[in-house]
């Protein structure tokens, strides 16, 4: 990804879907640390449970893209998670599912949440939201973003490195 992001490409989408055919965007993911999960959104347009999170307008910061749609997607407050900081924890470069596929180049943040917290998902955007444990599913299977499987490994390894996580 940095490769690209040097490469002098555009690197922000200039038409909705595909203008460029690669383009930034950012997921994030609602963690309850003490309940090993993460909130999934059923995503009408990809037609599969993903992160929530969208792609980052011309010259905007991505973390100001996570605080804008976590406002406009969910109706809540972006609070980076303490632990992890307000850099990208995982990076990601994925073919989208649909009519206008293209290439997503994808930063994946994490935020502090609970499962209580209130949430007001975007009817235009979602069929539903769920919270998911970490060692709930099986992530390669197809209803999730074909990268999940490789970023909850990578949460769940690195949460298994903290001192006050008991992996199950």
């Known amino acids: 990804m ?15 879907p595909a203008d460029p055919p690669r383009h930034l965007a950012v997921y994030f993911a609602l963690l309850d640390e003490r309940e090993r999960s993460v909130m999934l959104v059923d995503h009408l347009k990809a037609n599969c449970w993903l992160l929530p999170g969208g792609h980052v307008d011309e010259d905007e910061d991505p973390r100001h893209t996570v605080v804008r749609e976590a406002a406009e997607e969910l109706g809540v407050l972006a609070d980076f ?6 850099d990208p924890f995982f990076l990601s470069r994925t073919w989208t599912r649909g009519h206008h596929s293209h290439v997503d180049m994808t930063l994946w943040f994490i935020l502090e949440a609970r499962r209580t917290d209130p949430v007001l998902p975007d009817p235009r955007e979602f069929r539903s939201v769920r919270w998911y444990g970490l060692t709930e ?3 390669n299977s197809d209803v999730y973003d074909p990268q999940m499987h490789r970023f909850v490994a990578k949460l769940d390894a690195w949460l298994a490195r903290t001192a006050d996580y008991t992996p199950t």
């Open 137 to 139: 599913v099986n992530w």
């Open 81 to 86: 998670h303490s632990r992890f900081g307000d």
């Open 2 to 16: 940095t490769g690209w992001v040097r490469s002098g490409e555009p690197l922000f989408r200039r038409h909705a």
